[in-house]
């Protein structure tokens, strides 16, 4: 594909422009400054302020956010939007339409910076492009998070959704409890090998591991750095704080929060753990002060709090739980999560940001003003935005991108396949009844990560599928981006980033 996502309209001119060096700039905000960082790492090229003929960046109230239009004649490149953000995509086309390497590390030679005629209108078929990295089953370091945000930008995805916490490990700092980063973050091992199946509901963790300590978390000043960043590419980075369940390493930090005592370590194995929060005031209130913690790290995005695969059979053995389901009225477990949810739901609401949780907040209603994401059944989409609800289409059957991708010669994952073309079938799930479709937001490709270690093999599971998930957010359609071969020049792009995307498998004969 020449242009991934492809633009709305692209009328192909005669000739084009050869950039000079230095390159003359007028406006453009953060948009010109991303433009500036990258033609000086790849070509040495500096940009200056100034008139000749450059690049002219131009405000335009009458386009929607986010669109632009992009004018490339043989005098320079003239660029119109309403936004930052419009501004900012404008660039990242431009730079598709540069040679290949002009991403990656250089050298190149200035004088082969030659963009070629043409004339672009553009704007994206979703609001909501996002991508979904776990880094709480497997702590990935903020160096690769800083260079995702790159990748992110050159498919013009827009929301980096960060699952921060989970029974595996605590990720976020929060200063009023210490514990999460000092003894939530680091658990004693890994298991071997694939996840075992449960005998029925035994969810207890396995005795026997790799006895490799595995963890880590990030510094506020390193979020503080990855949210700058990210705010300059036109991204914004939303927090995950998953809660009721998924926090064996919240009850390894503080076993009084818990509604057991089971919980010495984070978790050394994976699945659903029944280690849940306890329902009381004094969780609550540690939950309202972890998600201060969060809104103030990430100011202005929406504040995920998870919601998703909560057991509730210790809720009816804890004493202190049952006690607080007596007196609310709450009669069985999907009531209590409930009422749960509609605790910090209400506190992220009143700090007035938007909050998003995962699509079991459905189950008993979920609270008013709620962003739900559906992961299960697709249908679970059209039941949503039917509710009035705002939706997020996230579903595993076409970008769960932890399952492999082909059935042979693959890493480990958590199942599959889950090829190419399955992924670019997703934009008919993107399409809702006439009443509906405004309360679709978009959606996002997923990267869960019990199965991956490093960054490396986190990017060989997220592309080029991602590319494909990007082009339907983006264009509302698929196009060529269903194969390998279709993706075309775009898998250049991937390797002159040096993306580790995924080849086709070389699969021996025995």
């Known amino acids: 594909m020449r242009l991934l996502p492809t633009p709305t309209t692209v009328a192909w001119g005669e000739g084009g422009f050869s950039l000079p060096n230095p390159l003359p700039v007028r406006g453009g905000g953060p948009a010109a400054e991303t433009l500036a960082e990258r033609l000086l790492i790849a070509a040495g090229v500096r940009t200056v302020a100034g008139e000749g003929s450059g690049v002219a960046f131009r ?35 431009l730079l598709q339409l540069l040679p290949v390497q002009v991403y990656g590390p250089g050298p190149m030679e200035p004088a082969d910076l030659v963009a070629p005629a043409v004339e672009i209108y553009d704007e994206p078929a979703f609001a909501w492009r996002g991508s979904h990295i776990d880094v709480a089953r497997h702590f990935l370091p903020m160096d690769g998070l800083l260079r995702h945000l790159d990748v992110m930008a050159a498919h013009k995805l827009n929301v980096l959704h960060l699952h921060l916490t989970d029974d595996q490990g605590w990720r976020l700092p929060v200063t009023k409890y210490p514990l999460l980063t000092e003894t939530g973050a680091v658990r004693p091992g890994t298991l071997l090998g694939h996840q075992p199946p449960w005998e029925g509901l035994d969810t207890d963790d396995v005795a026997e591991h790799d006895g490799r300590p595995h963890g880590g978390h990030y510094t506020a000043e390193e979020l503080r750095r990855l949210v700058a960043r990210a705010g300059r590419l036109g991204i914004t980075v939303m927090p995950e704080v998953d809660l009721p369940g998924h926090t064996e390493a919240v009850l390894a930090a503080y076993p009084e929060l818990g509604a057991c005592d089971h919980v010495r370590h984070p978790r050394t194995a994976f699945g659903v753990s029944e280690h849940v929060l306890r329902l009381s005031d004094e969780v609550i209130e540690f939950c309202r002060d972890v998600l201060d913690a969060a809104m103030e790290l990430f100011p202005g995005s929406p504040i995920h709090i998870g919601g998703d695969e909560c057991p509730s059979d210790h ?43 995962w699509d079991e907040v459905l189950e008993m209603g979920a609270p008013e003003g709620t962003t739900v994401m559906v992961w299960r059944r697709k249908e679970a989409i059209a039941q949503a935005a039917a509710q009035g609800f705002d939706v997020i289409a996230a579903s595993g059957e076409y970008t769960y991108l932890d399952y492999s991708q082909y059935e042979e010669g693959q890493p480990l994952s958590i199942g599959g396949p889950l090829p190419l073309a399955r992924c670019a079938e997703l934009a008919d799930e993107l399409r809702l009844e006439p009443g509906s479709q405004e309360h679709l937001l978009g959606g996002q490709f997923q990267l869960w990560t019990e199965y991956v270690r490093n960054w490396a093999s986190a990017e060989y599971q997220m592309w080029p599928r991602g590319s494909a998930v990007a082009q339907q957010l983006w264009a509302g359609q698929a196009a060529e981006s269903g194969s390998l071969h279709g993706l075309g020049r775009h898998l250049s792009r991937l390797t002159a980033m040096q993306v580790n995307w995924c080849r086709l498998p070389f699969v021996t004969e025995e």
């Open 59 to 93: 405000a335009d109230d009458s386009l929607a956010p986010e669109s632009y239009s992009l004018s490339v004649t043989d005098d320079g490149v003239e660029i119109s939007s309403a936004d930052d953000a419009g501004a900012g995509w404008a660039v990242q086309t």
């Open 315 to 357: 809720w009816f053995t804890d004493p202190v739980s049952r006690a607080t389901m007596a007196q609310h009225g709450l009669t069985t477990g999907a009531e209590a999560q409930a009422w749960f949810e509609r605790q910090i739901c209400a506190h992220v609401l009143a700090a007035g940001r938007r909050v998003v949780a």
